[in-house]
């Protein structure tokens, strides 16, 4: 065992969980084109980021609060790919919202991830919030609010931080940077060149991560929650990582970024890279892969099929969540 605590074991789990969110993604584009999913937020790309990030938290303890970009994560965290499914197309037993949200609006109350809106920063106040409720319960949990670079011009972005440092709260920030925010360049976006150097403005360390490695940011999470835990405060890290596919479904990415770019963005698929990794550590054979692959087409199998026929929600419950009963 490495001396940040990962066994060949959690390190496999990992890079099954990212080929899992890989996997289920495709197949989430796959219903789309079909006809037979509304919308898609692909999180391919960004799996080292959200899974190693996932992997250093007290999973189904600690609050996570995601964006529409987690979806490795939210797997990650505990969430099936049958509920995932459920999810996307809309149905009555969806644990995310009952098929009331629109697709990627992740939420699990028994798994500890927090509903959110699509008002882009709003989940980082949210998880400062959970933070100071914490603090004060003394329930030894850490919170993590998930976003992109983005959203970082938003104002709810520079309140939670401001909020958590001064209360020194048990929050840890997790920014996906992927560059873009949809179409718009980061350069376009704000006049310095990492988000993590935002941090300093607040009282807080600013970490910078390769977010293609899911080792390197397993442990500078787990850092930064052992740190709040300590009632030392929040931390900002900055996960550098791409995005290789369009931001949604609805989008067409060749209007803003050349196929060349992409390409050689690639040659840093988060994947990729693992596996290497994982094979010559020996931990990764021909053999357990081959197995793994047919594990997970199996498993997206089932999840459509599972979530295809089960049933839409009971327009009668339309209100239901929205209005009191009288
Ligand atoms: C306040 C607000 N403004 C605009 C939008 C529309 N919108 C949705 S996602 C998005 C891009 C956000 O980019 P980023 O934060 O970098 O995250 P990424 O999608 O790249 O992971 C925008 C502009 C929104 N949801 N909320
Ligand atoms: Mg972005």
Redesign the pocket.
């Known amino acids: 065992m490495a001396d940040n605590g990962l066994t060949p074991e959690l390190m496999l789990d990992m890079y099954y969980h990212m080929a899992l969110a890989r996997a289920v993604d495709d197949r989430m584009w796959i219903l789309n084109r079909q006809g037979r999913a509304p919308v898609v937020y692909t999180s391919n790309g960004h799996e080292a980021a959200q899974v190693g990030s996932a992997f250093a938290l007290n999973r189904g303890e600690d609050w996570i609060c995601p964006y529409y970009?987690d979806l490795a994560l939210v797997l990650a965290y505990g969430m099936t790919p049958r509920e995932v499914m459920l999810h996307l197309l809309g149905r009555a037993d969806d644990p995310n919202s009952g098929g009331r949200q629109m697709p990627a609006h992740w939420g699990h109350a028994k798994l500890h991830i927090l509903t959110g809106g699509?008002?882009?920063a709003t989940q980082d106040v949210h998880a400062t919030g959970l933070a100071l409720a914490s603090k004060l319960l003394k329930d030894g949990r850490v919170s993590v609010a998930y976003?992109?670079?983005?959203?970082t011009s938003?104002g709810e972005f520079h309140e939670a931080l401001n909020f958590a440092a001064v209360h020194k709260l048990p929050v840890i920030f997790f920014n996906?940077n992927?560059g873009?925010?949809?179409s718009v360049p980061s350069r376009k976006q704000m006049a310095v060149q990492d988000v993590a150097a935002r941090a300093q403005g607040y009282g807080m360390p600013g970490v910078i991560v390769d977010g293609n490695d899911p080792v390197k940011v397993y442990e500078v999470v787990k850092e930064a929650a052992d740190r709040a835990r300590r009632g030392e405060g929040p931390t900002l890290i900055e996960a550098k990582t791409y995005?290789f596919v369009p931001?949604s479904s609805d989008d067409d990415d060749r209007a803003y970024r050349t196929r060349e770019e992409v390409q050689e963005a690639k040659k840093r698929d988060p994947l990729i890279l693992f596996e290497a990794r994982l094979r010559e550590a020996g931990i990764l054979t021909d053999e357990k892969l081959k197995a793994m692959q047919q594990q997970i087409k199996d498993v997206v199998n089932d999840a459509t099929e599972y979530a295809e026929k089960a049933p839409l929600p009971d327009p009668a419950t339309l209100g239901d969540h929205v209005y009191g009963s009288l």
């Open positions: 970009r699509s008002v882009v976003f992109g670079e983005g959203s938003q996906e992927n873009y925010a949809i995005r931001h």
